[in-house]
Structures are given as C-alpha cells and as structure tokens.
Nanobody, 127 residues
Framework: QLQLVESGGGLVQPGGSLRLSCTASGFTLDDYTIGWFRQAPGKEREGVSCFGSGNGYTYYAESVKGRFTISIDNAKTTAYLQMNSLNPEDTAVYYC????????????????????WGQGTQVTVSS
C-alpha cells in the first residue's frame, strides 16, 4: 500500500524556519511528482510547491517563492520542504502529495491531480 507520512510541523516565531519531511512507503519517488499543499482555517487548500522526478520541473506558489525550497533525498524515499522567513500567513496544515504524472504549469497546483495524500502536519507561525 502506498503511503505518505509527513513530519516536522510545529510552532515557530515569525521570521523563523521549519523543515517538513514526507516519507514514502510502498514506493519510491522515481518518476513521481511529489508536492506540498496547505490549508489554513476557513480557506481552500492551495498548492505550495511540487517537483517532478521524471521531468525535473519545480513549481512554487508566488506567496512562497524565495522562501521555501522543495527537495528529495538521494534514496528517493523522502521529500522535504524547507521553509524560511515564515510569517503568520503561512500557518496551515501542510499535506504531502504524490502522483505518477509529471507536473505541468497549468495543473500542478490543482488538488485533483494528485492520487496520494498524507495525513497532514500542522504549522503555526506565531509570537
């Protein structure tokens, strides 16, 4: 059974950093698109970033460009989201996602694209 498990969430002060991890079980991330979504209270789920192992394409939401970085370990079993310069607007539940299809500019941030979802990890940015 294919599963994604996130970790690394928590409480951080504005301006601080966190690194989220997403461990895949039952498969490796070769030829998968791996990404991150987030959902803040009362808001729709939004795409944060994704990386296509097959085509090497990386996408970021405008709101996180220059602050967040997505990466995958050499074993292709764990994905990371390094989050710097966090602000209260980044407070949300963060979900790891994966899909066999390569990411495209028009659809990478659409929830329907992704077949596999983790359970989510809470990130709270507050002083």
């Amino acid at each position: 059974q294919l599963q994604l498990v996130e970790s690394g969430g928590g409480l951080v002060q504005p301006g601080g950093s966190l690194r989220l991890s997403c461990t895949a079980s039952g498969f490796t991330l070769d030829d998968y698109t791996i990404g991150w979504f987030r959902q803040a209270p009362g808001k729709e789920r939004e795409g944060v970033s994704c990386f296509g192992s097959g085509n090497g394409y990386t996408y970021y939401a405008e709101s996180v460009k220059g602050r967040f970085t997505i990466s995958i370990d050499n074993a292709k079993t764990t994905a990371y989201l390094q989050m710097n310069s966090l602000n209260p607007e980044d407070t949300a539940v963060y979900y790891c996602v994966a899909d066999r299809r390569p990411p495209r500019a028009r659809t990478w941030a659409q929830t329907f694209k992704y077949d596999y979802w983790g359970q989510g990890t809470q990130v709270t940015v507050s002083s």
